[in-house]
């Protein structure tokens, strides 16, 4: 659960609660006011009532006075919330039995029933001093001062109820400002998690969150330090590798070949002397003839993977072109597409053979992993970058985990050397298609290398007209289950 949303349902349940506490409190001082409303009035009545008794003296035994009196007090009650009936002798119960029920207009019941008094205060009786003459019933009737104190009661229960939800939509506005900052770093540390180590945070008024902004800024600029560290690292190791790489095949050439080349020589002339060496010796200089040239056949071969002089020579087109040829020949069951454009300008051969390299890799893979049927390879000059797309219809990355091996990392160590960037696409049909793109070099700019921060090159996904479908067989696109920066 989102923290706002946490936050602000804890800070609900505490208003909830306060809320209740003020209803409880307002409930119960209304219920004091009415029992001792109630009480004052009954009160109040018999006291008047026992004071006219009194005044009355000897004029007591005359029942038109007292009549008039209870007439008069009657009146006087109804407009004070008060009953009073007179009762005669033994009819008290019947007096009393006459209580009408309470009348509420508007409150609830369980406002009424929080509110009535308990009966003995509703009710006194006054004795006019003889049994012969009787007494009267005084009555408290509620109904009216509950209707009075569910007026004030409504009017406060309304007004915390108001205080209670701006409350609350405030909190959640102000948690929202608050919070916002927290949005910003968790986009920050996604764009880290996906390589975007130019990403940075802004400065932010919460000391505690500019705080956190702080370090993630000094952090992403030491990741993206040791990030370019390591590239030119790599960089420098692939260069040197393919140094040794075409020293050797020079070696190779230079050496070994001659020599072969001049044993080959020997055993001829041995074999073809004018003199007429016995038979065995004719055969073993046959013999040693034939591994000298199978030795030299071998030995380009190595010399070809070594250092392909095909690059050199003709260029990264028909280099990749011989490779696949090759491959091809070497995997008939396989039918391979090639769609290569014969002179991508501007990349010198120090840069191509990486991507030759990637090339052979993914050629490589699909001979060890992909039990493919089909196999298309690509290479495009698009303006500013060179696109390179490696596509079968086999099995897919399926479970594949990272470190599984380094010929993907290497070839995507390779790419970003280029400055470019190389994606992976799998889908659950099956098929892994690999897209590279690189930025050609401009006439007047050095070879491309990611500077510090920088992000490489749009991703091959991002990128207008090149999709993940430009290396997989389906003209319908397919769903993409695995698609990762390699
Ligand atoms: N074209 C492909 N089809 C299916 N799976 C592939 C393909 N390419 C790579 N994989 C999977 O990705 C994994 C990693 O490939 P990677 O080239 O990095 O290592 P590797 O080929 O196993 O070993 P290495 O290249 O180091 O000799 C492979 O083990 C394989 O499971
Ligand atoms: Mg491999």
Redesign the pocket.
Known sequence: MPLRLRLSLLITLLTAAFLLAGVFLVVNAARHDVRAELHSATSLTAELLQASIEAMGEKLNRSEVRDAMISGLTQLGGHRHIEITAWHGDNRAAARAAMPPARTAGAPDWFIRLVTPEMQVLYREVSLGRPDLGGVIIRAEPADEITEAWGSTRTLLLLLLTFAVAANALMYWLLGRALRPLGHILKGLDALQRGRLESRLPRFRVHEFDRVSRHFNSMADSLATSHQRIQRLNRRLFDVQEAERHTLARELHDELGQCLVAIRADAMIIANAPDAPPANVRASADAIRQTAGHVYQLTRRIMGRLHPAALEQLGLGPALRQMAGDWARRHPDIAVAMEIQDTPRGLPPSQAIHLYRVVQ??L???T???H?RRVRLRLRDRGEHLWLVIG?D?????T?RDG??????GMAERIQGLGGRLRCFSGPAGG?TLVAAVPLPTASAPEPVARPGQRPHAAPSETQGQTADDGAFSTRPQPVLHVADV
């Not at 086999?394 to 399926?398: D, I, N, S």
């Not at 599984?404 to 990392?409: A, E, H, S, T, V």
């Open positions: 890799e993914g490589t893979n699909v060890k992993h992909a493919a079968d086999g099995h897919g990355l399926g594949r599984d091996g380094m010929g993907l990392m892994t």
